[in-house]
């Protein structure tokens, strides 16, 4: 499964599951909607569901495959 790498304003870094397409897709959505709204994605590492700000990611790149 394809994974994409998030850099958040805080310096922490995320792997996420999901094409870079889709995870751009998914912030871009949430930036959209109502002040406040996160995007909820997979964490590669723990399967576990997080909610992102999207003001906060820095940068987004392909994960390593």
Do not use: C
Not at 10 to 34: F, H, M, P, V, Y
Not at 45 to 54: K, S, W
């Amino acid at each position: 499964m394809a994974t994409t790498r998030l850099l958040l304003a805080t310096g922490e870094r995320l792997e996420i599951e999901g094409s870079s397409r889709d995870i751009d897709k998914s912030l871009q959505n949430a930036a959209r909607s109502s002040p406040g709204t996160l995007a909820w994605m997979h964490d590669k590492g723990t399967d576990e569901e997080i909610a992102v700000n999207p003001a906060h990611v820095v940068t987004l790149r392909p994960g390593d495959d």
